[in-house]
């Protein structure tokens, strides 16, 4: 690779739990989630030739301009910094599905910004990167740092916690689009019914006990799904616990469904039965 050309893996997430405490003065909910980073990644390539700043991909609808949160990302960090990061062409190779809960735009600005910090020589520590990440979007301050982790507040005061026992996660993209500001809408007009035992899923963490969390997995948007949508997920969550799962549920606003398995062939059947009805399937593994 020419010294002009740099490359970053942008990783996607998952929630092992999500909760949503309440709705914030600034508009913003307060937010409980642990988080997970697994290894379906997006290979970002960047390239300082051309002029001004964009993203090129293999998707026709994914933004290129200062709407794609790499972009926004890079230029925040010009501003914080005062480095130039122009000229420069965000080459990403997308496998992370797109608005699909598992932070793939998020996890593209967290590359930028890591790339950036390196390039330039500004050498920002990782909460000052943060800080940068944060003003972009609410899971950036997470996608920088990785990991399994406790993210509250808007989802940027993060803890980090012991490890998720290795295991293999099925991805599964139902084909419906979700829009994240409707569903927290959702959320503040009707009573929260179920929430997800956090507690004991951060007691699972520490004593190493994939099943104890596999068998908390729960996210409070999978209650506000329209009946169809909410149809769906059930479906799949049912299909990847009929096929072995220790336990399955939608990440962030969805409506990725996951499933863990301590099983590879399990998990690989999973991923086949799943892969004939949404393309947008995948097998993957905890990072
Ligand atoms: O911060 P980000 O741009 O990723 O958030 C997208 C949208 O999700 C916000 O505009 C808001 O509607 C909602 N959100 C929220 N509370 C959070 C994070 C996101 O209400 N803690």
Known sequence: ???????????AKINLSLDV???????????????ETVDLADTLTFKHEGAGLRVESQISFLPTDRTNLAVAAALAFQKATGRAVEPLIIEMDKRIPVCAGTAGGSSDAAATLRYLNQVTGANLS??????????IGSDIPYCLMGGTALAEGRGERLTALPPLPKCAVVLCKPNFPISTGMLFGELDRCKIRRRPDTTGILAALEA???????RRLYNVFEDVLQPRQKRTVEGIKNTLVGEGALGAAMTGTGPTVFGLFDDETLAQNAYKTLAEDYPSTFLCHTL
């Open 21 to 35: 405490l309440g709705k914030r003065e600034d508009g913003y909910h307060e937010l409980s989630m642990v988080m």
């Open 1 to 11: 690779m020419s010294a002009n050309v740099g490359q970053e893996r942008a990783y």
């Open 208 to 214: 190493g006990d994939l099943q104890g969390v596999a």
């Open 126 to 135: 990782l909460q000052a990167l943060q800080a940068i990440g944060e003003t």
